[in-house]
């Protein structure tokens, strides 16, 4: 039986073999990794995947919780996406983005018809950080000011501008390559900046404070406020009723442009289109990325107000790139589309979510005393894992690293000592699995996240 196929399109087998070892030689000998110490990492080399499935070389099974990067939303290879990049190349690979083409215009309107109220074009990017980029370029160019404000616990990529506004400490060591970007605080009930003891208090204490600071940064210097819909890495936080649309009124009432930035968000994650179509508000600009073809051909792109577009119909956009639409990544994203509608893939989020996520994730905050709050929406979730309820201490420090964060790392551990890949970030076990896992799957590590959360228990403290 074959197991996998390798690069040269030989049938293999599963096992510690010369296939193995030249993967694991040649990453060690010439990848040069993310966010990486070069000498202390020891990449986990994949043999294949299939659905919500990929397996390592030696065979192992594991259930993907994170979908990649929470980009991974219709799953490893899926025939739908597979055959349109097939079809696609066999037609014509590339174009140069200044001649117009059918995939990238075709993607172009299907997103407008998907996007807010007033949405008029898209440009495309390359990925989520220059779509941020170009976001943010567009409002600065568009409004004449300069000053971005973003928040903390946020992740907006890695490149110039993107990095400065990430509010964590992946921005930290890259601090200063913008200094126009302020930093402001959002709400985050379950450890309130405003001491907030209800939502409603939460939401207006957050607004009161961005509504201050706006005041004492200059209103006329700020070109935009951005925001991760729903954060995503930082912790799941869903917004508070009510916060989107009052964000949306001080933009309103200063000039400000509103940047959704929906790279993890986008293309049904929380059961929406569009994570914002799920709170009431209409932003001028969002960007997004990996789920508009679940990273198949890399691709992102910012969806442009009719304001912001006609800044721009008779005096040129100062700014463009080689693959700007690239036709094979184009392709998979028209493809994306008619695969959401033919499977269902928005009520099916909101239906798995509902049904089989929260009750359950209802029951591990009742049975396991570490976790200190689940939340989420759709196919997204987060359980915040604490030493103690009452004090809320998480169960390793803020940015724990090495011994520090040993406790968590052993319960990520159990996850995958039981089959399933975690998207583990903080003190937190988060839930974003492909869009188009099975039911039975999705109970099945549900299962396993039970009895790995019995270790985060073994840590517990308080009373
Ligand atoms: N914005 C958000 C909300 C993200 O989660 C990410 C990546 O995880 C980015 C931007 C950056 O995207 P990319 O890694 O494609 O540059």
């Not at 499977?343 to 994730?361: F, M, S, Y």
């Not at 103690?388 to 406790?407: H, I, K, M, Q, Y």
């Amino acid at each position: 039986m074959t197991d996998y196929i390798d690069l040269y399109g030989a049938p293999q087998d599963f096992g510690d073999t010369e296939a193995q070892r030249e993967v694991r030689a040649n990453d060690r000998g010439y990848v040069f990794h993310s966010w990486s110490a070069q000498g202390q990492i020891n990449p986990l080399p994949i043999a294949k995947g299939e659905g919500a499935r990929f397996w390592d070389y030696d065979g192992n099974e594991y259930l993907d919780f994170s979908s990649q990067l929470v980009n991974l939303n219709l799953g490893h290879q899926h025939p739908g996406l597979v055959k349109a990049i097939q079809e696609q190349a066999g037609r014509l690979t590339t174009i140069q983005p200044a001649f117009a083409n059918d995939a990238r215009g075709e993607l172009a309107k299907r997103i407008v018809e998907h996007s807010f109220e007033g949405a008029r074009s898209v440009f495309f990017t390359n990925g989520g950080a220059e779509a941020i980029e170009y976001a943010v370029r567009l409002a600065r160019q568009h409004t004449g000011r300069r000053k971005i404000m973003s928040r903390y616990r946020s992740y907006h990529g890695s490149t110039g501008t993107a990095i400065t506004m990430t509010g964590e400490p992946r921005r930290w060591a890259n601090d200063t390559i913008d200094t126009s970007v302020v930093h402001f605080f959002g709400p985050y009930q379950y450890r309130s900046a405003f001491w907030a003891e209800t939502p409603e208090q939460e939401t207006e204490r957050a607004l009161a404070h961005l509504e201050q600071q706006v005041q004492l940064e200059g209103p006329g210097t700020i070109a935009a406020i951005v925001l991760e819909t729903v954060t995503g890495t930082n912790g799941v936080f869903v917004p508070p009723p009510g916060y989107l649309p009052g964000v949306r009124a001080i933009c309103d009432k200063y000039g400000i442009l509103m940047i959704c930035d929906e790279v993890m968000v986008g293309f049904g994650r929380t059961g929406e289109w569009f994570a914002y179509q799920g709170f009431d508000v209409a932003p001028d600009l969002v960007t997004f990325a990996k789920g508009v073809n679940s990273g198949y051909v890399p691709l992102g792109g910012v969806v442009i107000s009719e304001a912001v577009h006609n800044s721009f119909v008779d005096r040129p956009f100062p700014g463009g790139l080689t693959y700007s639409g690239h036709p094979l990544a184009c392709a998979a994203g028209v493809a994306t589309f008619d695969i959401f509608e033919a499977e269902g893939i928005i009520e099916r989020v909101r239906d798995l979510g509902a049904r089989v996520v929260e009750p359950r994730l209802r029951e591990f905050a009742e049975k396991h005393p570490s976790v200190g709050e689940y939340r989420g929406k759709g196919l997204f979730w987060a359980l915040e894992l604490v030493l103690d309820r009452e004090t809320r201490e998480p169960l390793v420090p803020f940015n724990a690293s090495g011994e520090a964060a040993a406790p968590f790392n052993a319960v990520v551990a159990a996850c995958k000592a039981r089959g399933v890949w975690p998207f583990a970030a903080g003190n937190r076990l988060q839930i974003a699995p492909p869009l188009v896992i099975s039911e039975e799957d999705l109970v099945k590590g549900l299962d396993a996240l039970d009895e790995a959360l019995t270790v985060a228990d073994g840590y517990y403290t308080g009373a």
